[in-house]
């Protein structure tokens, strides 16, 4: 108690130095969520620390921190050589094509995916597999696995012609696994762990990778992306304490919780 | 007391507010026809028709009630009439606690059982049909208990002079005791449709979800409820008024519901 409360005092000091006890973050919904959560834990430790965090996208994150409007933007994607601004990432997402364990295709080109989730291709013996009609899972509308799914193969979500529409990642992988026809996308996360359980999946390789969490976290695996937290230069102050704090072994746990990929 | 009493209703219209508040800014954006118009729901394209969604709820819903209906009545014409009172009170139990299962459990076995054992025979399995049977188990008891109730009601002289006349158990339970307890069973039933417009995780499990008019029991729907759910937590701007707008169009349902059968002809007992 009383080492805690000399934190307090410490802390208290030491913003008192000079140091701002505000921090704005700004951008994308697919980041905020893990934002939050790291915002909350780092809340605790530093009392009297206010961190605000606000979604609108990624562009606003970018324009945000380029502006000064915000310390700190999120960005769910690579930056561009372009793009003035410093990028640090705190975790990876990754996404992957599931099918039940029975299905006999071992893997898929990107055509065939598209021309299975376009509806162009109806039956698994199209494409190698067994006599069965082929049950497209997609995801509802605004969930971040859908933007990378429809981003990597530039499809919009309109084209998709889906049998089933899902919410969350265990839900997919439950409505693959009751269903010998089905094809799905769900986070990587959840889908390994699910597989090594015994769950009645199997995760299929895109472009010759092997679908893993390791294969996302080096950058290899296509279907990723880094959730980045970006900044005006070098940061200063609390804006580097924090981020320092984000990139940190001490908040893996909240981004495995959200079935992401931590960096290290 | 009439405080107390105020409480829930000073609830309701404080919800129907709130909805309508959220609301108001896509109707006057979107306006309301559109929200019935548009050439589908792309909300991310700026196309918002709502219809599909309603049909999917009314279809679901009209579907569970057709199933649980009939299975609901037996049950309480059995437990009031035919059972042994300590089998009746054991049963009324089971019901009870069948009635205070969370939703999500019944959509578990939803997702895992009847939609692959559908899926054998009709793919892809999660459908009106899967929803429509999770409901009904799901609405069951409380049709089942609040008709009981209703039976339980009827004059115990309504029930000996109908015997006394001669009528066998089941005439005096078909031609007296039914009708007699008609207002109950409606009540009980307009309440399991009420659950059955709100009920969410178990459809959002077993429905698949896709936004369309139904043309069979077999093709996957989506509900308003179930609209509201999947997409809210990405929502923003205009896409989140409209789902705000589904919200505002289930309490309408609910309160249309209601009001319908205010109006049924009241019909004196005995």
């Given amino acids: 108690m009383i080492a805690r409360l000399l934190v307090a005092v410490l802390a208290v000091a030491a913003l008192g130095a000079g140091e701002s006890t505000r921090l704005t973050v700004t951008g994308s919904s697919t980041v905020a969520p893990l934002v939050t959560e790291i915002a909350k834990r780092f809340e605790a430790r530093h009392p009297g620390v206010r961190i605000d965090v606000q979604t609108g996208g990624s562009s606003r994150g970018l324009a945000d921190a380029e502006s000064g409007v915000a310390d700190i933007g999120m960005v769910s994607r690579a930056l561009k050589p372009d793009e003035p601004v410093l990028a640090h990432t705190i975790a990876r997402d990754g996404v992957c094509l599931i099918v039940h364990r029975s299905n006999p295709v071992v893997a898929l080109s990107d055509q065939q995916v598209v021309a299975i989730y376009t509806g162009q291709v109806a039956g698994w013996k199209e494409v190698g597999g067994p006599d069965l009609p082929i049950v497209v899972v997609n995801k509802a509308e605004g969930r971040s696995t859908l933007e990378v799914f429809c981003g990597h193969f530039k499809l919009k979500n309109a084209d998709i012609k889906a049998a089933v ?9 439950k409505t693959v696994a009751g269903n010998p026809a ?41 279907l990723s992306r880094p959730l980045n937290l970006v900044t005006k230069g070098v940061p200063t102050g609390l804006a580097a304490r924090f981020i320092a704090f984000a990139t940190s072994d001490e908040v893996f746990d909240l981004v495995r919780d959200l079935n992401l990929v931590p960096i290290r | 007391m009439l405080a107390l009493a105020a409480i829930p209703a000073l609830l309701v219209v404080v919800i129907i507010a709130f909805v309508a508040r959220a609301s108001a800014p896509a109707l006057a954006d979107i306006g309301l026809l559109r929200l019935f118009s548009d050439p589908g729901w792309h909300p991310t394209a700026d196309a918002f028709n709502l219809w599909p969604m309603l049909a999917g709820s009314l279809a679901v819903m009209a579907l569970a009630l057709a199933l649980a209906l009939p299975l609901g009545l037996g049950c309480a014409v059995c437990l009031r009439f035919f059972a042994p009172p300590p089998a009746s009170r054991t049963l009324r139990l089971l019901l009870a606690l069948a009635a205070g299962v969370p939703s999500v459990v019944y959509g578990l076995w939803g997702l895992s059982e009847l939609v692959p054992l559908i899926a054998r025979w009709r793919q892809p399995g999660a459908s009106l049909l899967a929803g429509a049977v999770v409901l009904a188990l799901m609405v069951l008891p409380t049709i089942a208990l609040t008709a009981e109730a209703a039976l339980a009601a009827v004059p115990a002289t309504v029930l000996r002079g109908a015997a006394a006349l001669g009528l ?17 069973i409606m009540a009980g039933t307009v309440l399991a449709a009420a659950r059955a417009l709100g009920e969410t995780m178990g459809l959002l499990m077993v429905c698949g979800n896709v936004v369309q008019v139904p043309g069979s029991v077999f093709d996957p729907v989506r509900t308003l409820a179930a609209n509201i759910v999947l997409e809210m937590a990405y929502a923003t701007g205009a896409h989140r008024g409209a789902l705000a707008v589904s919200g505002l169009v289930l309490l309408a349902l609910v309160l249309a519901l209601l009001l319908l059968v205010e109006q049924a002809p009241r019909r004196a007992h005995g």
């Fill in chain 1, 165 to 173: 529409v899902i919410g969350d990642n265990e839900q997919g992988v």
């Fill in chain 1, 182 to 222: 089905a094809i799905g996308y769900v986070s990587i996360g959840t889908a390994e762990s699910d597989a090594a359980v015994g769950v009645a999946i199997r995760l299929l390789p895109m472009g010759g990778i092997a679908p893993s969490v390791g294969n996302v976290r080096s950058g290899t695996f296509p």
């Fill in chain 2, 168 to 184: 066998s158990r089941w005439g005096t339970v078909v031609g007296v005791a039914l009708p007699a307890a008609r207002r109950g």
